[in-house]
């Protein structure tokens, strides 16, 4: 749809209250789907953006610098805030702290959106987010108020991934790696029909139709969530009269149809907890079928056989594992992790081939600022994929324990052969 189609469906007409009514100003203001809204006695203009598009920071630029803005709300949560604000942020990540918290896999979503958004913003030649930047900017240089009304990025991700099950995050996982990895030229027409959605919504996209509901947390519910935000930053700055909210247009609509409704966000806010029992069953399950495999051998064989499949559990997980932690280049202390702790991964909760493997690298090869500010860029190469630091400690995350897990197939299978 475009974005003319949006402004149309709101028939919403722009009476002007930041702005001079020049000839210019109308033609900019009529490129751009927008919404007025009367909430009490303040005015709140939603301007629908292109997060990709020089138009999209014009027309902020020019109604945030007005006299009559008296607040600035943007479509942007308080982490994703810090992030922005913050040039110096990966001096203080602590990247150990990250892999011991389990945290990993959130930072990487939020760095592969960053790369995704800044592949798209290269093609067309504006910094991603620029809109939200220049807003921000002119927020803190007149000094009026800033509303961050977005939900938190990594409660997004998560109710989002949890959501979907092993093979619809397989699938998504090499959609994403494909579009980083595997240039490819877009027509001007895809190109702007781009520029309407949000970059969640972009990596979206290709999922099967049976994952609709992912796409209903990615984009209604923020609808939702933006809609009661944006009222409630209005609620803490009574005096603020003519409040300009900065959105994607994506949203626009739903934030037209929510406005009027009273909105709890506390469900909206909440993360699926793991399951105690569900835990142990997953803990247990393995173990379980491991003991009956082995009470089997035991029951029918010799003890020369036993001790065979003994050898063979160690000697084949471990050397899975180690293989797939040295496909990455790991560090030897990494690798020696994932040889010594792969056998014994299925019945510890703790020691993880993994997270051992993880730890040791970010630990004797510890990430520079530079890594970081250069994984947008190397994430799109193999060169770069397989020697930024950052990088390799996420596969040493994911390839030694995908390793682990196929040796133990492996294993079983070996086993049951004797």
């Not at 959609?175 to 959605?197: D, P």
């Not at 004797?364 to 400690?393: M, Q, Y």
Request: positive net charge; proline residues 3%.
């Amino acid at each position: 749809m475009s974005l003319s189609r949006i402004k149309a469906d709101m028939k919403s007409p722009f009476q002007s209250w930041f702005i001079s009514k020049d000839k210019k100003s109308r033609e900019w203001e009529e490129g751009l789907p927008q919404v007025k809204k009367k909430f009490g006695n303040q005015n709140i203009f939603i301007l629908g953006t292109a997060h990709i598009s020089q138009k999209s920071v014009e027309a902020v630029e020019k109604i945030a610098s007005h006299e009559k803005t008296s607040m600035v709300s943007v479509e942007l949560c308080p982490s994703r805030y810090q992030s922005i604000m913050d040039k110096d942020r990966w001096r203080k990540l602590d990247i150990v702290t990250v892999i011991r918290t389990k945290k990993i896999y959130l930072l990487m979503s939020s760095i592969i959106l960053s790369a995704f958004q800044k592949q798209m913003g290269e093609k067309m030649d504006v910094k991603p987010g620029q809109e939200m930047i220049t807003a921000l900017e002119i927020a803190q240089r007149r000094e009026i108020p800033i509303g961050l009304v977005d939900r938190d990025i990594q409660i997004t991700l998560k109710r989002a991934w949890q959501k979907m099950g092993f093979w619809g995050k397989m699938f998504l996982f090499s959609e994403i790696l494909a579009g980083l990895l595997f240039r490819f030229e877009l027509e001007e027409a895809e190109v702007e029909k781009m520029k309407e959605k949000d970059v969640l919504e972009q990596l979206l996209d290709n999922l099967p139709k049976r994952y609709a509901h992912v796409k209903e947390i990615i984009i209604d519910e923020r609808d939702r969530y933006l809609a009661q935000k944006i009222k409630e930053e209005a609620r803490k700055n009574l005096d603020a009269k003519n409040i300009l909210a900065v959105v994607g247009a994506g949203h626009l609509r739903g934030i037209d149809r929510y406005f009027s409704e009273d909105l709890d966000l506390k469900p909206l806010e909440e993360v699926q907890q793991k399951s105690v029992w569900g835990g142990l069953i997953r803990f247990f399950t393995p173990i379980f079928l491991i003991m009956v495999l082995f009470y089997w051998v035991s029951d029918t064989s010799d003890m020369k056989t036993i001790m065979e499949s003994i050898y063979a559990w160690i000697v084949i997980k471990a050397v899975v594992s180690f293989l797939f932690a040295a496909v990455i280049l790991a560090h030897p202390v990494a690798l020696l992790g994932a040889l010594l702790t792969a056998p014994i991964s299925n019945f510890n909760p703790i020691l993880k081939p993994g997270w051992v493997s993880g730890l040791a690298e970010a630990h004797f090869r510890k990430p520079t600022v530079e890594d970081f500010e250069n994984i947008a860029t190397d994430i799109s190469s193999w060169k770069g994929f397989f020697h930024n630091k950052v990088l390799r400690i996420f596969w040493l995350v994911l390839m030694p324990q995908m390793g682990s897990s196929i040796g133990t197939g492996i294993a079983l299978w070996y086993i049951s052969q004797l």
